[in-house]
């Protein structure tokens, strides 16, 4: 039963009907997808908490405004699409730990913690440096 | 404010699909990179093949417009290098992190934090990364049918029958 649900649907057909959704988010908003922006903003607003003079002085904040925007509710969107698909088809998981970190990488958190955080950091500065 | 809305519809609609091709799981992420099992590819191209036919005709007919992203060899590649090496490590891209959230992947929480501050650090370096990195090779915003002086068209026919090829080539090898 558990193999059954969790099945999901062809990649090919959900991810032809995503494209259907970007289109349709083109013609109709005029909106193409991105994420990576958002993390950008929130940065922003966050670090507007603890130190608006040195938000107001950075450059990349004038550009990339700290505010929710189109992309931020976009992003916001995927988190609540993705609790929705998966409570009402039973695969949502509370998961610590992925599987094939798990066998191959052992049971403990703060080593997925600190290896996830380490990997979110690089990841996000390449994005912003490469423009995506 | 409506806006905001449309960015929150198409978002559910779009997570709600990531969720449903199960492209949103580290081990689903971790197998692409480990060429070992192309799910991710398969929705990606699929999702990029619909898409590009669908803008060009919308583009073609006069309704939108194109948003291309000007083309910087420097930053472009050394930030795609940092971006693979630390996709490696993380297991979720930037818009699958939030999507895997939603599916109760809590280490995705991690990532979230990460890319905070990675956010933040590259905010801080920007001016220097502005006047080196970022002004080696800039092409400006170029496209392949511009570059190659090709119909739009064609580079689209072409991807499509390369796309297909690839598929079947996964579905016969079982990837």
Same mark, same amino acid.
């Given at each position: 039963?558990?193999?059954?649900?969790?099945?999901?649907?062809?990649?090919?057909?959900?991810?032809?009907?995503?494209?259907?959704?970007?289109?349709?988010?083109?013609?109709?908003?005029?909106?193409? /997808?991105?994420?990576? @922006?958002? /993390?950008?903003?929130?940065?922003?607003?966050?670090?507007?908490?603890?130190?608006?003079?040195?938000?107001?002085?950075?450059?990349? /904040?004038?550009?990339? @405004?700290?505010?929710?925007?189109?992309?931020?509710?976009?992003? /916001?969107?995927? !988190?609540?699409?993705?609790?929705?698909?998966?409570? @009402?088809?039973?695969? !949502?998981?509370?998961?610590?730990?992925?599987?094939?970190?798990?066998?191959? !990488?052992?049971?403990?958190?703060?080593?997925?913690?600190?290896?996830?955080?380490?990997?979110?950091?690089?990841?996000?500065?390449?994005?912003?440096?490469?423009?995506? | 404010?409506?806006?905001?809305?449309?960015?929150?519809?198409?978002?559910?609609?779009?997570?709600?699909?990531?969720?449903?091709?199960?492209?949103?799981?580290?081990?689903?992420?971790?197998?692409?990179?480990?060429?070992?099992?192309?799910?991710?590819?398969?929705?990606? *191209?699929?999702? %990029? *093949?619909?898409?590009? %036919?669908?803008?060009?005709?919308?583009?073609?007919?006069?309704?939108?417009?194109?948003?291309?992203?000007?083309?910087?060899?420097?930053?472009?590649?050394?930030?795609?290098?940092?971006?693979? =090496?630390?996709?490696?490590?993380?297991?979720?891209?930037?818009?699958?992190?939030?999507? =895997?959230?939603?599916?109760?992947?809590?280490?995705?929480?991690?990532?979230?934090?990460?890319? *905070?501050?990675?956010?933040?650090?590259?905010?801080? %370096?920007?001016?220097?990364?502005?006047?080196? %990195?970022?002004?080696?090779?800039?092409?400006?915003?170029?496209?392949?049918?511009?570059? *190659?002086?090709?119909?739009?068209?064609?580079?689209?026919?072409?991807?499509?029958?390369? =796309?297909?090829?690839?598929?079947?080539?996964?579905?016969?090898?079982?990837?």
């Amino acid at each position: 039963m558990k193999y059954r649900a969790d099945v999901g649907w062809s990649p090919y057909l959900a991810g032809a009907l995503s494209g259907l959704v970007l289109v349709l988010s083109v013609l109709i908003a005029g909106k193409y /997808f991105g994420a990576s @922006t958002s /993390f950008v903003r929130s940065a922003g607003m966050i670090e507007g908490l603890l130190s608006p003079d040195r938000v107001a002085q950075l450059a990349y /904040f004038k550009s990339e @405004t700290p505010k929710i925007d189109w992309q931020w509710m976009f992003v /916001f969107g995927i !988190f609540l699409g993705s609790l929705i698909s998966s409570v @009402t088809s039973a695969s !949502f998981r509370w998961q610590a730990l992925p599987d094939m970190w798990k066998n191959r !990488f052992g049971s403990s958190i703060s080593r997925r913690a600190i290896v996830a955080f380490l990997g979110a950091a690089v990841a996000m500065f390449g994005a912003r440096l490469a423009g995506g | 404010m409506k806006v905001l809305i449309y960015g929150l519809v198409t978002g559910i609609f779009f997570g709600f699909l990531l969720q449903k091709g199960r492209v949103l799981r580290y081990d689903k992420q971790l197998g692409a990179l480990r060429l070992m099992d192309m799910t991710i590819v398969k929705f990606m *191209l699929s999702t %990029v *093949l619909v898409g590009m %036919v669908g803008i060009y005709l919308l583009k073609d007919m006069g309704l939108i417009k194109l948003s291309i992203k000007s083309t910087n060899l420097g930053g472009n590649i050394i930030g795609g290098l940092l971006f693979g =090496a630390g996709w490696g490590l993380l297991g979720y891209c930037p818009g699958t992190s939030a999507g =895997a959230l939603g599916e109760g992947r809590w280490d995705a929480l991690w990532g979230i934090i990460g890319m *905070l501050v990675g956010a933040a650090i590259f905010a801080e %370096v920007y001016p220097t990364l502005k006047t080196t %990195v970022l002004t080696w090779g800039n092409l400006g915003e170029i496209t392949l049918p511009q570059v *190659l002086g090709l119909s739009h068209w064609i580079i689209v026919a072409a991807m499509i029958v390369a =796309a297909l090829v690839l598929f079947w080539w996964f579905e016969k090898k079982g990837l």
